[in-house]
T-cell receptor, first 113, second 109 residues
């Protein structure tokens, strides 16, 4: 069973607020990812990291930032939340091999009012 | 552009067999994944194919034809708990995962 955690699970916040979504994994995986997923839609890659001090933007950077100071921790920050940020945010991790499967956290459902 | 096509929704009967198709057009190919996602939950890994042919894993099998840009997921002896979305994802030449929108499978008694 995968050990990857996300907090909070649900968040309702007002426009303009700064928020940080937390993601931690205890598997020692080098690679970590943040995805955004709307109901019935495909996953969109927001950011990814191949290891400590490595971060890259995906197709949908979404006016967000990430950091990877420790292997196990990969937080996502929205500097100024907007209603268009309302979505499900999924964190995932995988081993270093390119074809390794990704393990997903339970997700954070964000609503921006 | 890169594109993955799957049917939006399928319905099947408990105990039956269902085949979920996935066609892809990507810049390069380094393998294809199938994931299962129950409503409101995170995706979980089902299978990975990189060579042509059929991979069997219990009630689930996955097939790949690289020349046709085509894969399918075969589910046998369907159970109610198999009601979920099934996501097809292709690893492209840059080893980035390209995701399909998923196929929602509804199982009826």
């Amino acid at each position: 069973e995968a050990d990857i955690y996300q907090t909070p699970r649900y968040l309702v916040i007002g426009t303009g607020k700064k928020i940080t979504l937390e993601c931690s994994q205890t598997m020692g995986h080098d690679k970590m990812y943040w995805y955004q997923q709307d109901p019935g839609m495909e996953l969109h890659l927001i950011h990814y990291s191949y290891g400590v001090n490595s971060t890259e933007k995906g197709d949908l950077s979404s006016e967000s930032t990430v950091s990877r100071i420790r292997t196990e921790h990969f937080p996502l920050t929205l500097e100024s939340a907007r209603p268009s940020h309302t979505s499900q945010y999924l964190c995932a991790s995988s081993e270093g091999r390119e074809m390794s499967e990704q393990y997903f956290g339970p997700g954070t459902r964000l609503t921006v009012t | 552009g890169q594109n993955i096509d799957q049917p939006t929704e399928m319905t099947a009967t408990e105990g039956a067999i269902v085949q979920i198709n996935c066609t892809y057009q990507t810049s390069g190919f380094n393998g294809l994944f199938w994931y299962q996602q129950h409503a409101g939950e995170a995706p979980t890994f089902l299978s990975y194919n990189v060579l042509d042919g059929l991979e069997e894993k219990g009630r689930f099998s996955s097939f790949l034809s690289r020349s046709k840009g085509y894969s399918y997921l075969l589910l046998k002896e369907l159970q109610m708990k198999d009601s979920a979305s099934y996501l097809c994802a292709v690893l492209d030449s840059n080893y980035q995962l390209i995701w399909g929108a998923g196929t929602k499978l509804i199982i009826k008694p």
